[in-house]
């Protein structure tokens, strides 16, 4: 239960706590872009971390765009909590559709507009909110606090495994949240106990050695592109199904407890269609709902396809080669290494005569599945209904959060997935957007969830 001098802290200090995020939002922390931008904001953060009475180190990654790790042991009897945030962002692009610069934060209708409003830097600040009103009040946090704070999540953590297997030691701890994640619906408080994991590839199709004439040479040399456009509609067949060999072969299909759960849900697929700005649902396996569609089967999608010529005009040829990029997402016990396997093999069937076939990986990540009964869980469950007013409903993820299972399987720990992102709030996209009741909310909960762990939390290390 939450001391009421904490909850108190925070309503009167909702505008420094705005304050707050507006700073951390102001940082252009592009995991593709400049170092400078993401090292100034891990600076800050450390110094925020700091003046709460952390012990910080900046530690290296890649690309120059530090890791912040934070420890605060106040008492080693009691349970320890690591809480993993990213502070880099997606890129802004296409500006000419945002109504204000995307990180110069602005408020309307209720909510602060800006890149990472929700992913991930609201509940980031949320945090840095909640530790403050901890250390105001009290002096000291609830449980033994452990902090890792990552600036390249968005380009799928590259060396993090690496970095994580290093580090494990200094990372330790009882139990793990993670709050990039959200509600199912706006009024509907969820944790999210299972996501996928993706294969991300690219397929690049060679011919001729230069772009050559379509009319001289058209029925006599196998294009490009169409060979690409063959190979990708031949992974997937008329029901959906990708036809990729012994693709569903691991598949850990849901319990029929969580189907019926999922049915009770207030979900309608025409509504969902109608949001993504489509009119039917036509992706995926033919004959399952949409949400086992999305969160417990597998996927073939291509994500861009580039190839000959895309200018102006009239450009008759056949251009010597195409590319594509594409994504699988994988469902609980499916291996990234097993489907790049399966990948290879297909690409080797359905390669056609007069092309080359080469294959990149960019990243990949294995699913998981948590524990949905644990101390953390349970204190976090707790938390969503006292300061939300209802019973969260429990939800899969049908995208991937790379660190989620790391932390599984290097550290140990089931994560509690405690996110506050809502379903409009755009996203990775233009307009990106936080509501500002729902950030404030946020810091109130997860000052709760760290009362609630302290009180049964289990044993500290």
Known sequence: MLPPAIADYLETHRDENLRLLMELLRFPTLSTGPDEPTRACAAWLAGKLRAMGFSVELAPAGAGKPNVIASAVVDPSKPTLLIYEHYDVQPPEPLNEWLSDPFEPVIRDGAIYARGSDDDKGPLAAYLACLGAYKAVTGTFPVN??????????????????????????????????????????????????????????????????????????????????????????????????????????????????????????????????????????????????????????????????????????????????????????????????????????????TPPGVQVSLQFHSNSRPVLLATDSPAMTAAKDALADVFGRKPVMIRGGGSVPVTELIQRILGLDSVLLGFGLPGNNVHSPNEHFPLDQYHRAALCLATFLANFAQGGGHGR
């Open 145 to 350: 606090i452990k902090c890792f704070f990552e600036g390249q999540e968005e380009i799928g953590s590259p060396g993090l495994e690496g970095f994580f297997l290093e580090h494990a030691d200094e990372l330790a701890a009882d139990a793990a949240v993670i709050s990039d994640s959200g509600f199912f619906a706006d009024d509907v408080p969820s944790i999210t106990y299972a996501l996928r994991g993706l294969v991300y590839a690219e397929i690049t199709v060679t011919g001729p050695s230069a772009d050559i004439h379509s009319g001289s040479h058209g029925g006599a040399i196998t294009n490009p592109v169409n060979a690409l456009a063959r190979i990708l509609t031949a992974a997937q067949d008329a029901d959906g199904r990708v036809t990729l060999p012994g693709f569903y072969d691991d598949i850990l299909p849901p319990a029929p407890e969580e189907l019926a759960d999922w049915a009770r849900l207030p979900h309608d697929d025409a509504a969902y269609a109608a949001s993504m700005g489509v009119g039917a649902l036509g992706g995926g396996e033919r004959g399952l709902p949409s949400l086992q569609r999305r969160w417990s089967r597998p996927t073939f999608d291509a994500n861009g396809i580039v190839g000959g010529y895309t200018g102006p005009g009239a450009k008759t040829i056949i251009p010597a080669k195409a590319s594509a990029k594409v994504s699988m997402r994988l469902v609980p016990n499916q291996r990234p290494e097993k489907i790049a396997d399966s990948l290879r093999r297909f690409l080797a069937d359905n």
